[in-house]
């Protein structure tokens, strides 16, 4: 297509009150604008979700223009304002993906600026069209799916994840902390009724989202059944038969990972880094960064979490033993929220340009601060490719490593932090680690007090993959910050920052028990070694 | 494309009506092709072109349609809903369909009359139907809510705006709490010895004269039985929703608490302190505002002992009346214009030249602005007697000894002045009334860019206005006239509402999903109307629970909530996500 031939579609979500009257009276006095603009009317420009917009963009939009009353002005008092403040996010999340935040705007118009109505959308059709399209997303080719097909499937999966061996046992069950909750789930019937093979269980089943895929399961499971790797199987194969699940931010992270997956965008995900910091192109060493900065725009309203401190400071570490780490503007996210959300198609194509980044890095290690990648590459990745070339490891070993060859020293008489340590499910009970982190805590001089569930009985953070965070995700919530609380340390520590993300949440609000039996900070464990690093 | 529990899909017999809008549309589009190409669309049952569907006849012949097709979904391509659509709509919901479950999509304002090449008119035109029709099967049938208005009403503030809505209200047999924050009713008409237009009646609208013999009278007030009036009170809390708030107020005899159906506010204004503007030397005892100035006249008319300047007791022989102080200058006060002062300085500058009529009477100006029936009229009298009118704005102020000395501008005649000034008058502008925002904030009243408070747009349906009505000059700088006839139309709403006892108010209204739902309060504070708390989930956790009443629709919570366990009725994420899908086709499948 080229340039001039290219006409955008532009979608203007107005609100009833100045946006949507505004665009009327431009049609009473006959004021021309683009028919590329089609008009969405919400009840105020605080209504439209950042979901909303993308998920535009995802059906074919390549421009999305919010228009609301004057600011001061709104119907709903700050509903405009408010609005602003999503979209300011949104952009920044654009930029990182690539996607271009020009593509999104926002306009305050009052109803009788009909003359500023027509204008704002030649303005926006001109600039959309130097953008030029968005990325377009591959129509879906849907194989028809026949009983036989999904039956032959769930067969292959009970086989290969040993769920044939289950003896209905229901230790599962017994340990499983979502259904220590929600009464209705019991890990122990989906494989029941998975064996029994109707294709209708599959495409109404609710409760195979509803599983965190936290492992305490299989670690208990006589028979090693793989339970989370059966629900991973059966989630594609129910995705299939449009059965989805329900996603944290409206599936807006999902979505983006979508873009990631299909488009080779200009990314901007190394905002994060500071002059200070030492990268390089190529190396021995990369390190993979994830999903960090897109989590650092989308939750950029709670400032306590920090979350572009993680990266900063892995590579802060890295570079005090000598280190300087491959760090890559093109990874991409490694797909882990997509294949637990049952899109495999999309979760091989994000695989293969990360394999393919590193391949062509050069790299013989792959060091990730991420429990969730390390798991993604190390599980799910050689499942599909095979035996990856290069060495996997996780930043708690790679330091405690740099450490005992003497390469990375903290400073003497640290040890004013008490903390305690939280293991989340993809360190531990998927990946094994359990020591390191925990040796680590003592070489940089930590005061260690454990919680009562520790190891592979750690208990969960409540949600995985940005799904299914309801009351019961809550409750295991509230559950393991008042086990970190009562240890009296002085803060959580933890690897994965979306445990972070989820167990701070938990407490930031309206809490369902006293603020003080839970009220601990939780903080990243790479950020917390950084700081004693500099601390003198 | 992941979030999917809320159904979709619904609906096995839509209709679609176009309507030609007699050649306003039909000329312009192409509705024919429409047609075709919709009726391709599976579900779509029937469609059909009217030349007028809003006259009498094509209300006939949605209603025989309906009854033909037995419609459960329609879309209707047309005008802008806001308009005829009513209208549409009303014909639709007579004949059986459920109001939530038709859409009108604006083929009009926003095609026909705004992309002149008839193709592409007609392409966009297609699109929006079709996104029409993905919408209407995104939509579940709903009713009404219907919202008790208790018989009793609230005023806050006695000026002559609040005294008159009183009055009103009370003759109509309804109970009337009057709160004044002074010790007297009246508020500023009271304190003004002159107004325009009457200018020689004294204390205007407080009293039995021809000119006003219909605004409200302290008196009439005091008398009636029914309005309970407490001064010197100031309003502690309100809370509640539409029809029933709970109102506690401190009086100098203890707080009183009492429920009300509807709450007119009229706190009036304050003058703005010309302290914030240092050049004009406010503080030397000659530099006065209008309304001490007030104060002087009133006192010689008393006394009758002429008017005086302060410091030191003397006639003054040369007056200067500076207009706009605080008023159209966004860096050194507001932007927006009180509109009385100019009017007002006239009077006031007219008086003093009556008073001593050999003083040299300067009014400084930038230009005069007095919207009202008779100014022109005023305002030539005013220079027949011989005031001068400058225009151009004053630099500042200075005093030298005690010295008064004004320098302006004269930009017609190109020049300079440099005026010793014996008297300098300040046309202080007019702000909202002081604690106005506390109100703005306990009933979530819109301000506008002045801040003043914003009356909901009157032609609205009452269900819009929440009864609450912002009259006078709590909504800006106005005069006495107008602030009267605003009373009488909110109260005469304020009485419809309160007489019927009930509102029906659409149902676009936010709920949280129990199943969804964590209980984190996000959406609680996300509500600007303190709509949303949080509850018992009868399993030790707590979840979100939408008063329907004090929700006013704006979906600012739905969109808060992280895991979208809050959903606005109409405008959840997959409602919104089909339409837009239904839009970008284009051309149907
Ligand atoms: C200097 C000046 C000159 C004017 N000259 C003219 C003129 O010549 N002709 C003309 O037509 N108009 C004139 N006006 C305008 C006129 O005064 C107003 O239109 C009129 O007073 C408005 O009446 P109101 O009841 O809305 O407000 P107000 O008269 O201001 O009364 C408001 C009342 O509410 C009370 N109040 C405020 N806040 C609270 C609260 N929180 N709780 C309880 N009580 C509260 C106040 O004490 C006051 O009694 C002039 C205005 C000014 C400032
Ligand atoms: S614990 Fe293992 S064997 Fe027992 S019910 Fe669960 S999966 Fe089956
Ligand atoms: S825990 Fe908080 S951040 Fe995490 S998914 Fe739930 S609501 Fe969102
Ligand atoms: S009414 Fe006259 S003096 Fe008052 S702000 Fe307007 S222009 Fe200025
Ligand atoms: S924001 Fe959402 S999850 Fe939180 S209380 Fe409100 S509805 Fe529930
Ligand atoms: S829709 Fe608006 S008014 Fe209603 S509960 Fe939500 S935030 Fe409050």
Same mark, same amino acid.
């Given at each position: 297509m080229s340039e001039k031939e290219f006409e955008p579609n532009i979608i203007a979500f107005t609100c009833t009150w100045c946006g949507y009257p505004s665009a009327n009276l431009a049609g009473v006095n006959k004021i021309p604008y683009p028919a590329n603009v089609k008009i969405i009317r919400v009840m105020c420009s605080g209504t439209v979700d950042p979901a909303m917009v993308l998920e535009a963009i995802e059906n074919g939009a390549d421009g999305v223009i919010i228009i609301g009353c004057l600011i001061d002005n709104c119907h709903y008092v700050s509903g405009n304002k408010k609005a602003e403040e999503r979209m300011e996010r949104l952009k920044k999340l654009f930029d990182i993906v690539g996607l271009d935040s020009r593509r999104i705007r926002t306009e305050w118009i009052n109803a009788s600026e009909r003359v500023r109505f027509a204008k704002t959308m030649n303005e926006f059709v001109q600039q959309i069209r130097e953008i030029g399209p968005a990325p377009r997303m591959p129509k879906l080719v849907k194989e028809a799916l026949t009983n036989e097909k999904i039956q032959k499937e769930v067969k292959r999966l009970i086989e290969d994840t040993g769920a044939f061996d289950c003896v209905e046992c229901g230790k599962c069950t017994t340990v499983c902390p979502v259904a220590k909750y929600d009464t209705e789930f019991a890990p122990r019937t989906i494989v029941i009724r998975s064996m029994e093979g109707l294709v209708e269980n599959l495409a109404n089943d609710k409760d195979i989202w509803t599983c965190s895929t936290c492992e305490i399961c299989n670690s208990m499971c006589p028979y090693k059944v793989d339970y989370s790797g059966f629900i991973q199987g059966m989630r594609a194969q129910a995705r299939q038969l449009g059965n989805y699940p329900i996603c944290s931010q409206g599936g807006l992270i999902q979505s983006f990972m979508r873009f990631m997956a299909n488009a080779d965008l200009p990314q901007k995900r190394l905002e994060w880094m500071t002059d200070d910091l030492k990268i390089s192109d190529k190396g021995d060493v990369f390190y993979f960064v994830g999903c960090i900065p897109h989590f650092d725009a989308i939750f950029g309203d709670r400032e306590e979490l920090g979350l572009n401190k993680i990266p900063q400071s892995a590579v802060k570490l890295m570079n005090a033993a000598g280190i300087t780490p491959v760090v890559s503007n093109s990874e991409v996210c490694c797909g882990h929220d997509l294949i637990w959300t049952g899109d495999e198609e999309d979760f091989l194509k994000l695989m293969d340009k990360n394999l393919k980044l590193i391949k062509e890095s050069g790299a013989k290690k792959v060091v990730f601060s991420c429990p969730e990648c390390l798991r993604t590459f190390n599980m799910d990745y050689q499942d599909f490719a095979g035996d990856l070339e290069f060495e996997l490891v996780h930043l708690s070993d790679y330091l405690l490593n740099l450490i005992n060859e003497g390469k990375l020293k903290f400073p003497e008489g640290t040890g004013k932090l008490s903390a305690t340590y939280h293991d989340s499910c993809r360190l531990g009970r998927h990946s094994k680690i359990y020591d390191s982190p925990r040796d680590l805590i003592k070489a940089a001089g930590i005061n260690l007090t454990e919680m009562q569930n520790i190891k592979d009985k750690a208990s969960c953070c409540g949600v995985s993959a940005w799904m299914s965070c309801n009351s019961t995700a809550m409750r295991l919530q509230m559950e393991r910050m008042q086990e970190a609380k009562s240890t009296g340390a002085d803060c959580l520590l933890t690897f994965c920052p979306k445990c972070q993300i989820h167990l701070s949440c938990a407490i930031s609000k309206e809490l369902p028990i006293d603020k003080e039996k839970v009220d601990i900070p939780t903080k990243d464990m790479v950020v917390a070694l950084a700081e004693l690093l500099e601390s003198k | 494309?992941?979030?999917? /529990?809320?159904?979709?899909?619904?609906?096995?017999?839509?209709?679609?009506?176009?309507?030609?809008?007699?050649?306003?549309?039909?000329?312009?589009?192409?509705?024919?092709?429409?047609?075709?190409?919709?009726?391709?669309?599976?579900?779509?049952?029937?469609?059909?072109?009217?030349?007028?569907?809003?006259?009498?006849?094509?209300?006939?012949?949605?209603?025989?349609?309906?009854?033909?097709?037995?419609?459960?979904?329609?879309?209707?391509?047309?005008?802008?809903?806001?308009?005829?659509?009513?209208?549409?709509?009303?014909?639709?919901?007579?004949?059986?369909?459920?109001?939530?479950?038709?859409?009108?999509?604006?083929?009009?304002?926003?095609?026909?009359?705004?992309?002149?090449?008839?193709?592409?008119?007609?392409?966009?035109?297609?699109?929006?139907?079709?996104?029409?029709?993905?919408?209407?099967?995104?939509? /579940?049938?709903?009713?009404?809510?219907?919202?008790?208005?208790?018989?009793?009403?609230?005023?806050?503030?006695?000026?002559?705006?609040?005294?008159?809505?009183?009055?009103?209200?009370?003759?109509?047999?309804?109970?009337?709490?009057?709160?004044?924050?002074?010790?007297?009713?009246?508020?500023?008409?009271?304190?003004?010895?002159?107004?325009?237009?009457?200018?020689?009646?004294?204390?205007?609208?407080?009293?039995?004269?021809?000119?006003?013999?219909?605004?409200?009278?302290?008196?009439?007030?005091?008398?009636?039985?029914?309005?309970?009036?407490?001064?010197?009170?100031?309003?502690?809390?309100?809370?509640?929703?539409?029809?029933?708030?709970?109102?506690?107020?401190?009086?100098?005899?203890?707080?009183?608490?009492?429920?009300?159906?509807?709450?007119?506010?009229?706190?009036?204004?304050?003058?703005?302190?010309?302290?914030?503007?240092?050049?004009?030397?406010?503080?030397?005892?000659?530099?006065?505002?209008?309304?001490?100035?007030?104060?002087?006249?009133?006192?010689?008319?008393?006394?009758?002992?002429?008017?005086?300047?302060?410091?030191?007791?003397?006639?003054?022989? /040369?007056?200067?009346?500076?207009?706009?102080?605080?008023?159209?200058?966004?860096?050194?006060?507001?932007?927006?214009?009180?509109?009385?002062?100019?009017?007002?300085?006239?009077?006031?500058?007219?008086?003093?030249?009556?008073?001593?009529?050999?003083?040299?009477?300067?009014?400084?100006?930038?230009?005069?602005?007095?919207?009202?029936?008779?100014?022109?009229?005023?305002?030539?009298?005013?220079?027949?007697?011989?005031?001068?009118?400058?225009?151009?704005?004053?630099?500042?102020?200075?005093?030298?000894?005690?010295?008064?000395?004004?320098?302006?501008?004269?930009?017609?005649?190109?020049?300079?002045?440099?005026?010793?000034?014996?008297?300098?008058?300040?046309?202080?502008?007019?702000?909202?009334?002081?604690?106005?925002?506390?109100?703005?904030?306990?009933?979530?009243?819109?301000?506008?860019?002045?801040?003043?408070?914003?009356?909901?747009?009157?032609?609205?349906?009452?269900?819009?206005?929440?009864?609450?009505?912002?009259?006078?000059?709590?909504?800006?700088?106005?005069?006495?006239?107008?602030?009267?006839?605003?009373?009488?139309?909110?109260?005469?709403?304020?009485?419809?509402?309160?007489?019927?006892?009930?509102?029906?108010?659409?149902?676009? /209204?936010?709920?949280?999903?129990?199943?969804?739902?964590?209980?984190?309060?996000?959406?609680?504070?996300?509500?600007?109307?303190?709509?949303?708390?949080?509850?018992?989930?009868?399993?030790?956790?707590?979840?979100?629970?939408?008063?329907?009443?004090?929700?006013?629709?704006?979906?600012?919570?739905?969109?808060?909530?992280?895991?979208?366990a809050m959903i606005l009725a109409g405008y959840a994420i997959p409602q919104v996500r089909e339409t837009v899908k239904g839009v970008l086709e284009e051309v149907p499948p």
């Amino acid at each position: 297509m080229s340039e001039k031939e290219f006409e955008p579609n532009i979608i203007a979500f107005t609100c009833t009150w100045c946006g949507y009257p505004s665009a009327n009276l431009a049609g009473v006095n006959k004021i021309p604008y683009p028919a590329n603009v089609k008009i969405i009317r919400v009840m105020c420009s605080g209504t439209v979700d950042p979901a909303m917009v993308l998920e535009a963009i995802e059906n074919g939009a390549d421009g999305v223009i919010i228009i609301g009353c004057l600011i001061d002005n709104c119907h709903y008092v700050s509903g405009n304002k408010k609005a602003e403040e999503r979209m300011e996010r949104l952009k920044k999340l654009f930029d990182i993906v690539g996607l271009d935040s020009r593509r999104i705007r926002t306009e305050w118009i009052n109803a009788s600026e009909r003359v500023r109505f027509a204008k704002t959308m030649n303005e926006f059709v001109q600039q959309i069209r130097e953008i030029g399209p968005a990325p377009r997303m591959p129509k879906l080719v849907k194989e028809a799916l026949t009983n036989e097909k999904i039956q032959k499937e769930v067969k292959r999966l009970i086989e290969d994840t040993g769920a044939f061996d289950c003896v209905e046992c229901g230790k599962c069950t017994t340990v499983c902390p979502v259904a220590k909750y929600d009464t209705e789930f019991a890990p122990r019937t989906i494989v029941i009724r998975s064996m029994e093979g109707l294709v209708e269980n599959l495409a109404n089943d609710k409760d195979i989202w509803t599983c965190s895929t936290c492992e305490i399961c299989n670690s208990m499971c006589p028979y090693k059944v793989d339970y989370s790797g059966f629900i991973q199987g059966m989630r594609a194969q129910a995705r299939q038969l449009g059965n989805y699940p329900i996603c944290s931010q409206g599936g807006l992270i999902q979505s983006f990972m979508r873009f990631m997956a299909n488009a080779d965008l200009p990314q901007k995900r190394l905002e994060w880094m500071t002059d200070d910091l030492k990268i390089s192109d190529k190396g021995d060493v990369f390190y993979f960064v994830g999903c960090i900065p897109h989590f650092d725009a989308i939750f950029g309203d709670r400032e306590e979490l920090g979350l572009n401190k993680i990266p900063q400071s892995a590579v802060k570490l890295m570079n005090a033993a000598g280190i300087t780490p491959v760090v890559s503007n093109s990874e991409v996210c490694c797909g882990h929220d997509l294949i637990w959300t049952g899109d495999e198609e999309d979760f091989l194509k994000l695989m293969d340009k990360n394999l393919k980044l590193i391949k062509e890095s050069g790299a013989k290690k792959v060091v990730f601060s991420c429990p969730e990648c390390l798991r993604t590459f190390n599980m799910d990745y050689q499942d599909f490719a095979g035996d990856l070339e290069f060495e996997l490891v996780h930043l708690s070993d790679y330091l405690l490593n740099l450490i005992n060859e003497g390469k990375l020293k903290f400073p003497e008489g640290t040890g004013k932090l008490s903390a305690t340590y939280h293991d989340s499910c993809r360190l531990g009970r998927h990946s094994k680690i359990y020591d390191s982190p925990r040796d680590l805590i003592k070489a940089a001089g930590i005061n260690l007090t454990e919680m009562q569930n520790i190891k592979d009985k750690a208990s969960c953070c409540g949600v995985s993959a940005w799904m299914s965070c309801n009351s019961t995700a809550m409750r295991l919530q509230m559950e393991r910050m008042q086990e970190a609380k009562s240890t009296g340390a002085d803060c959580l520590l933890t690897f994965c920052p979306k445990c972070q993300i989820h167990l701070s949440c938990a407490i930031s609000k309206e809490l369902p028990i006293d603020k003080e039996k839970v009220d601990i900070p939780t903080k990243d464990m790479v950020v917390a070694l950084a700081e004693l690093l500099e601390s003198k | 494309m992941t979030d999917d /529990t809320s159904k979709g899909n619904e609906g096995e017999a839509i209709g679609v009506f176009l309507c030609g809008c007699k050649g306003e549309i039909s000329k312009f589009l192409d509705l024919d092709a429409i047609k075709d190409l919709i009726s391709r669309v599976p579900k779509v049952k029937s469609i059909g072109i009217h030349e007028a569907l809003c006259s009498r006849e094509g209300q006939e012949y949605l209603k025989e349609e309906m009854k033909k097709h037995a419609f459960d979904r329609v879309v209707v391509g047309a005008c802008s809903p806001n308009i005829q659509g009513i209208i549409v709509g009303k014909a639709l919901e007579e004949s059986g369909l459920n109001k939530y479950l038709f859409e009108q999509v604006n083929i009009r304002e926003q095609c026909a009359w705004v992309h002149p090449e008839k193709e592409i008119a007609t392409r966009k035109a297609l699109a929006l139907v079709n996104g029409g029709i993905h919408r209407v099967q995104m939509l /579940t049938a709903m009713e009404d809510i219907p919202i008790s208005i208790l018989p009793a009403a609230l005023i806050i503030g006695g000026g002559v705006a609040g005294m008159q809505a009183a009055l009103d209200i009370a003759r109509a047999g309804f109970k009337v709490h009057l709160v004044e924050r002074t010790k007297e009713l009246g508020g500023r008409a009271y304190k003004l010895s002159m107004t325009f237009p009457t200018h020689n009646c004294g204390i205007c609208c407080m009293q039995y004269c021809k000119e006003c013999v219909f605004t409200p009278k302290i008196e009439d007030v005091l008398q009636e039985k029914n309005i309970d009036i407490m001064l010197n009170s100031e309003i502690e809390d309100i809370e509640g929703g539409f029809g029933n708030r709970h109102v506690k107020v401190n009086t100098p005899e203890g707080a009183k608490e009492f429920d009300v159906g509807t709450i007119i506010i009229a706190t009036g204004s304050k003058t703005f302190d010309p302290k914030r503007i240092p050049e004009l030397k406010y503080g030397h005892p000659d530099v006065l505002t209008t309304v001490e100035l007030e104060q002087l006249i009133v006192k010689e008319r008393e006394k009758g002992t002429g008017v005086k300047r302060p410091s030191d007791g003397k006639t003054p022989k /040369t007056i200067d009346f500076i207009q706009c102080v605080g008023s159209r200058d966004k860096t050194k006060g507001n932007l927006h214009c009180s509109l009385v002062c100019c009017t007002y300085a006239i009077g006031q500058a007219r008086e003093l030249k009556k008073l001593i009529p050999d003083a040299d009477v300067y009014i400084h100006y930038i230009d005069l602005r007095g919207p009202y029936r008779g100014f022109e009229e005023f305002y030539d009298a005013a220079k027949q007697e011989g005031i001068q009118f400058v225009r151009g704005r004053v630099s500042d102020v200075s005093a030298k000894d005690g010295k008064l000395s004004v320098r302006a501008e004269d930009t017609d005649a190109g020049t300079l002045l440099g005026i010793d000034s014996d008297l300098v008058v300040l046309s202080v502008g007019q702000e909202p009334a002081e604690g106005s925002d506390k109100i703005v904030k306990m009933l979530h009243i819109q301000t506008d860019i002045d801040k003043f408070m914003k009356d909901i747009n009157p032609m609205f349906p009452p269900e819009l206005r929440r009864g609450i009505y912002v009259i006078g000059c709590a909504q800006g700088p106005k005069g006495i006239r107008y602030s009267v006839d605003d009373a009488r139309t909110a109260a005469a709403e304020a009485i419809r509402i309160m007489h019927d006892g009930k509102v029906m108010m659409p149902r676009i /209204t936010a709920r949280s999903d129990e199943y969804k739902c964590r209980g984190c309060g996000r959406c609680v504070e996300t509500c600007e109307y303190e709509a949303i708390s949080l509850v018992d989930d009868g399993k030790g956790g707590r979840i979100a629970k939408v008063d329907e009443i004090r929700c006013e629709g704006c979906g600012a919570c739905a969109a808060a909530c992280c895991n979208k366990a809050m959903i606005l009725a109409g405008y959840a994420i997959p409602q919104v996500r089909e339409t837009v899908k239904g839009v970008l086709e284009e051309v149907p499948p």
